[in-house]
């Protein structure tokens, strides 16, 4: 049993803090996405560590066992289904694998590959945040008694949305090739979903379909890229 794991059967949930003692660990690479995740455990009571892509997340586990790993299916540097597989198969087993994406069509691929469950982006509100967490744990980790449902929003801080938009110029504005095309249209669809920012949302979902349907991107690709800078230059506000 390592220091986490042991400080963490030390904390007894409650009702209001239903994840008391918990960690989660995020892979995600949107700061968006992770800052919205991070306020609701917060809530919670439990704590978070982030990694931003797969190598990351690996020398993570590496170093601790968490409780909870909730893990972004399309990642910089591969699919995170490869992930969740390889954890599944892992012992000892991390209590909670959830898979997590914008694209309701990849909850097929996260279970297949042995998740728990699925978060679809973006996430209700809290309590369904933590239902998902809850219902996978074994029942003396879970608070006695009846929980209030928690339907407050969650707001992330629009810095990491911006620094999101930073992320995807930067490589918009590089020589992408088809695969880094093909990772900033999904990346840009995500965080735009959860942001609730219905016009590059559509751009970057139009980005996706040509790129699937191999039709010509070039004036899909110049939109988006027109959007991203827009809100870079802080014209648009979310």
Do not use: W
């Not at 972004?72 to 694998?97: K, M, N, Q, T, Y």
């Not at 990491?160 to 999904?186: N, P, S």
């Amino acid at each position: 049993m390592d220091d986490i794991e042991h400080f963490d059967r030390l904390c007894t949930p409650t009702a209001s803090r239903p994840l008391l003692g918990l960690t989660v660990l995020v892979v995600e690479d949107s700061r968006y996405a992770c800052e919205a995740i991070r306020l609701m455990c917060l809530r919670s009571g439990a704590r978070i560590r982030r990694a931003d892509c797969l190598r990351s997340a690996r020398r993570h586990l590496q170093v601790y066992r968490p409780t909870v790993i909730i893990i972004d299916l399309g990642l910089p540097d591969g699919s995170g289904a490869d992930l969740i597989a390889e954890l599944a198969v892992c012992a000892p087993r991390v209590s909670v694998i959830l898979g997590t994406s914008g694209d309701d069509c990849s909850e097929p691929e996260a279970m297949a590959a042995g998740a728990d469950d699925f978060l679809a982006k973006p996430v209700a509100n809290l309590s369904q945040f933590q239902n998902v967490i809850l219902a996978r744990l074994p029942p003396e980790r879970r608070p006695q008694g009846l929980r209030a449902v928690q339907t407050e929003p969650i707001s992330p801080d629009p810095i990491a949305y911006r620094d999101d938009m930073a992320h995807a110029a930067d490589i918009l504005g590089g020589d992408a090739d088809d695969k880094a095309l093909d990772y900033v249209a999904a990346f840009l669809t995500g965080v735009a979903q959860i942001a609730g920012d219905g016009p590059l949302c559509s751009a970057a979902q139009e980005l996706v379909r040509s790129r699937t349907q191999g039709l010509p991107v070039g004036a899909t690709l110049a939109r988006v890229a027109g959007l991203v800078q827009e809100r870079l230059s802080a014209r648009i506000a979310i």
